[in-house]
């Protein structure tokens, strides 16, 4: 007779680590839901907030001079401290001609970031390109040689060979 009551103690058991288990994920399940509950009342009232900064914007601004930002990354800017660059809506002559400024002197900010790059990081032609062109798309690829070798003109950037490796160095 030990076989059916070994067997029913064994059953016992393993229902009793059931119930346990079952209990766990019951009490788990309710945490969750409450912090559902409070992650919901929080993006609530954020998305009030968010409204409420909406509305007033719209008050704040005229239509007239209503612009839209011009994504232009502050590595990009080097030593030129432009804060916010805009782009018009409207037909500001202002406007038009702040950003005609700005794309003469796009020339200058990318040979400085260049520059920036090679007194940072030990890069090779190919490297500085990779960055410049295809990660951080500043320029064409044929701008870029350009920009290069006006600086090797300028005798700003030179050649060096490092353990078998040419790199761009600050002359």
Excluded: W
């Excluded at 432009?82 to 950003?99: C, D």
């Excluded at 920036?116 to 090779?124: D, T, V």
Aim: charged share 35%; hydrophobic share 35%.
């Amino acid at each position: 007779m030990d076989g059916p009551e070994t067997l029913e103690s064994s059953l016992k058991k393993a229902f009793a680590k059931v119930k346990e288990d079952i209990k766990r994920n019951s009490d788990e399940i309710s945490e969750l839901k409450n912090l559902v509950r409070e992650l919901n009342s929080t993006l609530s009232a954020l998305n009030l907030k968010l409204q409420e900064l909406a509305k007033r914007e719209k008050d704040v601004q005229r239509p007239s001079l209503r612009v839209r930002p011009l994504e232009v990354p502050l590595e990009m800017m080097g030593s030129q401290r432009i804060v916010s660059v805009r782009q018009p809506e409207t037909g500001s002559k202002l406007e038009a001609e702040f950003l005609k400024k700005f794309k003469k002197n796009k020339r200058e900010i990318i040979k400085s970031k260049i520059l920036s790059l090679i007194q940072n990081k030990k890069l090779s032609t190919n490297e500085l390109k990779e960055i410049i062109v295809n990660q951080l798309a500043y320029c064409s690829k044929a701008s870029f040689y350009r920009y290069l070798e006006e600086l090797q003109h300028e005798k700003k950037v030179g050649r060096a060979i490092t353990y078998g490796k040419e790199i761009l160095v600050l002359a």
